[in-house]
């Protein structure tokens, strides 16, 4: 969603491994007037502001590892040919929908989500479909 085109939206992705400051970085963003939704995990022991973390793409984004064969512990990287596996666009697809059904009207919106980190090539193809 491109700035450029008054009918789409900025987007904002925070990247970045567990237990590095990505909750403070999207807090921020959030105080600044992006958008993360209604749909966000609760905070705990370990964060009790909150992660920042949609509910629904934590989900996807587990289901999408697994088809790859991995875990969010597993440092190794995911299989060269994850993206061409036949699982992978039905979720690709359900990332989609979520970004439509709960960003589509806002002016700046983002998520935050540790995953994201091995499973950013498939968010830059949805964002560029979107034009974000």
């Given at each position: 969603?491109?700035?450029?085109?008054?009918?789409?939206?900025?987007?904002?992705?925070?990247v970045g491994?567990?237990?590095?400051?990505?909750?403070?970085?999207?807090?921020?963003?959030?105080?600044?007037?992006?958008?993360?939704?209604?749909?966000?995990?609760?905070?705990?022991?370990?964060?009790?502001?909150?992660?920042?973390?949609?509910?629904?793409?934590?989900?996807?984004?587990?289901?999408?590892?697994?088809?790859?064969?991995?875990?969010?512990?597993?440092?190794?990287?995911?299989?060269?040919?994850?993206?061409?596996?036949?699982?992978?666009?039905?979720?690709?697809?359900?990332?989609?929908?979520i970004v439509?059904?709960?960003?589509?009207?806002?002016?700046?919106?983002?998520?935050?989500?540790?995953?994201?980190c091995c499973?950013?090539?498939?968010?830059?193809?949805?964002?560029?479909?979107?034009?974000?």
């Open positions: 969603m491109n700035s450029n085109d008054p009918g789409y939206a900025d987007a904002f992705v925070v491994p567990h237990r590095t400051g990505t909750s403070l970085a999207a807090g921020v963003l959030h105080l600044l007037g992006v958008e993360f939704g209604s749909h966000l995990l609760p905070g705990n022991e370990f964060n009790r502001k909150g992660h920042w973390e949609h509910r629904d793409i934590v989900a996807v984004h587990q289901e999408l590892l697994r088809c790859a064969g991995s875990t969010w512990h597993d440092f190794k990287p995911l299989p060269r040919d994850w993206m061409a596996r036949s699982c992978v666009q039905p979720l690709r697809a359900q990332l989609a929908r439509e059904r709960d960003f589509a009207a806002k002016k700046l919106w983002g998520f935050k989500e540790p995953r994201t499973l950013l090539p498939v968010w830059l193809e949805i964002l560029d479909e979107l034009g974000s």
